[in-house]
């Protein structure tokens, strides 16, 4: 069951039997590795429902709150590519330490923050050192388990992988409220220090190779982090400088695309590359990372919307936000199991159709919007949208992962996680564009309207000034007054529609996604430690 995991010409890695290990080794191994992977996942979202309050504590501006949240999922989009080759290099015992204990630092460093530079600089810092523990779990699960249990691996770690980001601004609201924003960061640090503690006790399941720290492709590393960086600036900035129209914009996308040149060239022409891209050769997986692609766009993006409609037009607080949005959180637990026996005992396609098509229901229905929605409006399309992210998760993580040997697998692995990340920082910036545009489009079309609408608008305007007045002395002063809550008004009318134009939109994205099911093909699932594919 054990075999020498070659990684590059002459680098041989001792073997170890994962598979050997007592029952209850095993269970501890993966709650620990799931628990840390939980905790760097929970905090890309930790922010959403109290960015106003650490905007405030920090004397920040609108445009430079934003990479609180970009600056962390840059980060790890760089690291969990990378995440495969350390593992090799330090062990995954090691490498998984350092992870958890980095990451508790740099939590600390954040709560401490002092202004918006060093917040964005500790958290860039903390989303890339938390990163490693994101899809070292999943290669691990599947070397440490088979058969049933390992049927378990991709719910479990599928409802982590959704659930934290889901729970992210209801458990950083409810913190807020009741102790101050800079607790969201310093709940990490005694889970951190036990995390990495633990880590360092029971994780044996390899064995480091450090020869292969001496072959690090520099180049092949540097445009990783160019490319990922780059895009990623693009994806955030682009919105609010029109594109490509802004000139730095257009030369980020340059360095982004000549640096994605270079990371292709090493990857098939380096002697030790750190991204190995060879699973894409097998169509199934390059389909299922397809399908993470969209489930991260669909996951994070509704993550992110729900609780900016839910403060912009609603004006909720943070702990409001957190506790509305709360259910989705509720029914993506109460599906897992479900939609574990199902991977199990129906075809995965069938299991990943029927959660395309929820999900794609529940963005539909989260489409009639209005400015009065709140928790019992919002309750079906959440819960149904919970329910039906783990159909999705749970048949795409099999689909991708089974049939890999044990190197191979820690790089499918993470560039199946990289897709579902990409996703969603590809997601958060298209629906940002598209939440502007439609609102200005919305808005224009409201203003005609109401010019068309004979006398209802001025006497609707006059009425509201009539009652202004009997508060205020000063008529041109309730005028005023009228005219800013009659814009306001028509602003939340306006806005409400373009909310639920981008859900319309993220809709058929989903349902478009459909058209690639009938080209996959589920492998069966082998034995990790018996074959290396190459």
């Given amino acids: ?10 680098l041989v890695q001792a073997p170890i039997d994962a598979s050997a290990l007592p029952n209850r080794t095993k269970y501890l191994i993966f709650a620990v590795m799931a628990f840390g992977q939980f905790m760097a996942l929970i905090d890309i979202q930790i922010v959403a429902a109290s960015l106003n309050n650490v905007q405030a504590g920090l004397s920040a501006g609108p445009d430079e709150i934003s990479w609180v949240q970009t600056g962390y999922l840059m980060a790890e989009l760089v690291m969990i590519p990378f995440a495969a080759f350390l593992a090799q290099a330090l062990s995954t015992r090691w490498l998984f330490a350092l992870s958890a204990g980095l990451f508790t630092i740099a939590s600390a460093l954040c709560g401490m923050a002092w202004d918006i530079q060093s917040m964005t ?11 490693a523990m994101v899809p070292t779990v999943f290669a691990t699960g599947y070397a440490l388990f088979s058969g049933k249990q390992r049927a378990m691996i991709p719910a479990i770690l599928g409802m982590v992988s959704v659930l934290a980001p889901t729970l992210g601004p209801t458990v950083g609201g409810w913190l807020t409220d009741a102790i101050g924003w800079r607790s969201i960061f310093y709940i990490n640090i005694v889970p951190g220090m036990v995390v990495t503690a633990l880590a360092i006790l029971v994780i044996k399941v390899d064995r480091p190779n450090l020869a292969m720290l001496g072959k690090i492709d520099y180049a092949h590393l540097a445009s990783l982090a160019t490319f990922l960086g780059c895009l990623e600036y693009v994806l955030e900035e682009g919105p609010k400088h029109e594109w490509f129209g802004d000139p730095v914009i257009q030369s980020m996308a340059w360095v982004s695309l000549v640096a994605f040149v270079l990371f292709l060239e090493r990857s098939f022409n380096s002697g030790g590359p750190i991204v190995k891209l060879s699973p894409f050769r097998r169509p199934t997986f390059a389909f299922a990372c397809v399908f993470n692609l969209v489930i991260g766009f669909g996951l994070y993006s509704s993550t992110y919307l729900i609780p900016v409609y839910l403060g912009r037009v609603r004006d909720y607080d943070s702990l409001q936000i957190g506790t509305t949005v709360f259910v989705t959180g509720i029914a993506q637990v109460a599906s897992t199991v479900i939609a574990a026996r199902a991977s199990q005992t129906v075809d995965q396609r069938i299991v990943i159709v029927i959660g395309l098509s929820l999900f794609a229901t529940s963005l539909w ?7 009065e929605w709140g928790f019992a409006a919002l309750l079906l399309p ?3 949208r919970g329910f039906a992210i783990m159909l999705c998760i749970v ?4 689909l991708a992962l089974n049939g890999f040997g044990a190197s191979e697998l820690r790089y499918a692995s993470g560039l199946f996680n990289l897709m579902r990340n990409l996703g969603g920082a590809i997601g958060i910036a298209t629906v940002n564009t598209w939440l502007q545009d439609n609102t200005r489009i919305e808005a224009s079309r409201m203003g005609q309207a109401l010019g068309e609408s004979g006398r209802r608008a001025p006497d609707f305007l006059a009425a509201l000034t009539g009652q202004i007045a009997r508060v205020t002395a000063d008529p041109t002063h309730a005028s005023q007054l009228a005219g800013a809550e009659f814009s306001k008004l028509v602003g939340r009318a306006a806005l409400t529609s373009a909310f639920n134009d981008v859900f319309r939109l993220m809709s058929w994205m989903f349902l478009a996604a459909l058209i690639l099911v009938p080209f996959c093909r589920p ?3 082998t034995p990790v430690a018996t074959t290396d594919a190459h």
């Fill in 1 to 10: 069951m054990s075999e020498a995991i070659t990684s590059g010409p002459g």
């Fill in 121 to 131: 600089l500790f958290r860039v810092i903390q989303g890339f050192v938390g990163g």
């Fill in 365 to 371: 229905l989260a489409s009639r919007l209005t400015p």
């Fill in 382 to 384: 959440q819960m149904l």
């Fill in 395 to 398: 048949p795409s993580v099999g």
């Fill in 523 to 525: 492998l069966p699932s």
